[in-house]
């Protein structure tokens, strides 16, 4: 009899090991199917820009005849002559692209966080109103106010300068940061602008050395936002900007193609890739930020 249950017993529990040792089994088969799964489709979304890196080492013969990724005879030559195939080396577009860029963030960063302060922290006559004419801003196509403010900057003589790509950085006309920073602000306590009232600090002093400072997540990702859609902007730039000295990258690269009586696609592609350098090094050391401003704002 004791046998007997003693060696029930053996059997239940060596079920109950078989049991859980293949619900393990099988967590492990359906983790490797996920990760086969997401290798898969990263590979599929990666394929252009890998096939573009591949082609930009490859000669002219071979760009549109092999659709593999591997480069057996690596054409360092198309770097060469792609930098140096347009009117000004293609440094010159970098640079002009930098200049817009960086003029850019300062301005977003500084004036949209200063209304984003205003709309959170003070409390003014049509305050509710002003706020809804922001918003709206981020509803109206940037098509239908284009006309208007290219016949204002050719009237005040501003094509082929910076100004009419950087001024309006300065003038807080970028809503989605403001409501950024909005959403950021709301979810700082107000107790810190209290305690640093009856230190005697007025409004300035507060925005600038208390809240400023602890808004690192919303700006690295206005930062980061505004450097990606500026450096990658074709239309404004291509509208203001017609002297081949004042072209940026975009501009530059659409205009490779048109330079030459038959399209060169290495050094083309050579110089995509050079383009793509900046972007990939920001998004490397600011994607910590962007994270962060993403969590901290879209909760609130």
């Known amino acids: 009899m004791q046998s007997n249950l003693r060696s029930a017993v053996d059997l239940g529990s060596g079920a109950g090991m078989n049991g859980s040792r293949g619900r393990a089994v099988a967590r492990t088969v359906g983790s490797v199917i996920k990760q086969i799964v997401v290798l898969l489709l990263a590979i599929i979304m990666l394929y252009p820009i890998l096939w573009m890196i591949a082609s930009s080492l490859r000669p002219q013969s071979e760009i549109f005849t092999n659709m593999g990724l591997v480069v057996t005879h ?11 195939a347009l009117s000004y080396p293609f440094g010159r577009y970098i640079l002009n692209s930098l200049i817009i860029v960086v003029f850019a963030i300062i301005g977003n960063i500084l004036t949209c966080s200063m209304a984003a302060y205003a709309f959170a922290r003070l409390n003014f006559r049509f305050r509710g109103v002003l706020f809804g004419f922001m918003l709206l801003m981020l509803m109206i196509p940037i098509h239908v106010i284009v006309i208007p403010q290219y016949i204002m900057w050719n009237s005040l003589h501003m094509i082929n300068t910076f100004v009419p790509l950087i001024v309006p950085k300065f003038l807080a006309m970028d809503g989605f940061f403001t409501f950024l920073f909005y959403q950021f602000l709301r979810g700082l306590p107000h107790d810190l602008d209290e305690a640093a009232k009856l230190d005697g600090a007025g409004h300035v002093r507060i925005f600038f050395q208390i809240l400023l400072p602890l808004m690192k997540p919303a700006i690295g990702t206005c930062a980061v936002f505004t450097f990606i859609w500026t450096w ?5 730039q291509l509208l203001y900007l017609t002297k081949p000295d004042m072209a940026t990258v975009p501009i530059a690269l659409r205009t490779f193609i048109d330079a030459q009586s038959q399209s060169s696609y290495g050094p083309m592609f050579a110089m995509s890739v050079v383009s793509l350098i900046p972007l990939f090094l920001v998004f490397t050391f600011g994607q910590k930020y962007l994270v962060q401003g993403i969590a901290t704002t879209g909760g609130k």
């Not at 690596?74 to 140096?84: C, E, F, I, K, S």
């Not at 990658?232 to 404004?236: E, I, L, P, T, Y």
């Open 232 to 236: 990658n902007d074709f239309f404004s």
């Open 74 to 84: 690596p054409v360092w030559q198309n770097y060469v002559a792609g930098w140096n």
